[in-house]
């Protein structure tokens, strides 16, 4: 069994930024699937949206939702039930933030401020998600399921938006640049959730330590990014990859999307049976 675990962005570095495709991708999920290597969907989408992403691949592992507010562990998939945690719906629930309704109240506190330079997921109706985001009317409702946060589109220029940020800062939110969104929830973030889940594969693992690979393309990645063992950067079509602050077990790949998640992920598993050597 290879000693690692997986943790991944979605859109933009598993999913295509554009179409949503992971296809390039699928022959390398269905390797590490039977090498028993997990991978960990860590994501801005809803625990909705993973559902059914995990249905399609077959994936029964973990997954973290809304940019690590929410970590969601299959009951039975460690010894015993991590402590901290809530029973729900088939799942450990570790739940880091306030739920959605404290986010949108803030926002809501802010509207007057910065009249018509935003607009959240709460006020959207399911067209206007569709026309943002290119999903399908099934997709969009689960995307509009949130539990712990809050995606607003930006209207406004740079410095406004950083205006509005500071302005939830003060409030006690904190605020993630994603692909598309702004997300704004509680003090969390894709690392602190990492760390948290990654703990429990190393409490629980009676083998060799597993080590860590984030994978991500986005400024709401960077906390993964920089907390793993691994760090692999997807390029992106949109955007800059984002500034780390490591520069060791570093790949930046030079593809985008899927392409790049199989580039890069081959790589690494090709590092660490060298190493093992």
Not at 101 to 128: E, P
Not at 229 to 250: F, M, W
Request: some cysteine; proline content about 6%.
């Amino acid at each position: 069994m290879t000693p690692l675990v997986i943790y991944t962005d979605l859109d933009g570095s598993l999913l295509d930024h554009h179409d949503y495709s992971h296809a390039p991708a699928d022959p390398l999920l269905r390797e590490l699937e039977q090498l028993g290597v997990p991978v960990i969907p860590c994501t801005s989408k809803t625990r909705a949206e993973l559902l059914q992403f995990r249905d399609e691949l077959k994936n029964t592992h973990p997954f973290i939702t809304e940019n690590g507010a929410g970590v969601f562990v299959p009951e039975g998939y460690f010894s015993s039930q991590p402590r901290d945690t809530q029973s729900a719906d088939g799942f450990w629930v570790k739940r880091f933030v306030k739920p959605r309704a404290h986010w949108i109240g803030l926002l809501n506190r802010l509207t007057d401020r910065f009249d018509g330079k935003f607009i959240s997921f709460s006020q959207m109706q399911v067209s206007d998600i569709i026309r943002l985001t290119g999903l399908s009317r099934e997709a969009a409702l689960r995307a509009a399921e949130r539990e712990f946060s809050e995606p607003v589109q930006w209207q406004g220029n740079n410095d406004q938006r950083q205006a509005l940020v500071d302005a939830l800062q003060q409030m006690g939110a904190h605020v993630l640049q994603g692909g598309r969104f702004l997300h704004v929830s509680g003090q969390c973030d894709k690392g602190t959730a990492l760390n948290w889940l990654h703990s429990l594969y190393l409490e629980h693992n009676d083998a060799e330590p597993k080590a860590s690979l984030a994978i991500g393309d986005s400024p709401n990645d960077i906390s993964m990014l920089d907390t793993a063992d691994y760090a692999l950067v997807i390029r992106s079509p949109v955007q800059d990859p984002p500034a780390l602050q490591r520069t060791q077990n570093l790949i930046i790949s030079t593809h985008t999307g899927p392409e790049g998640w199989n580039e890069g992920v081959r790589e690494i598993l090709t590092r660490l049976k060298t190493s093992r050597r």
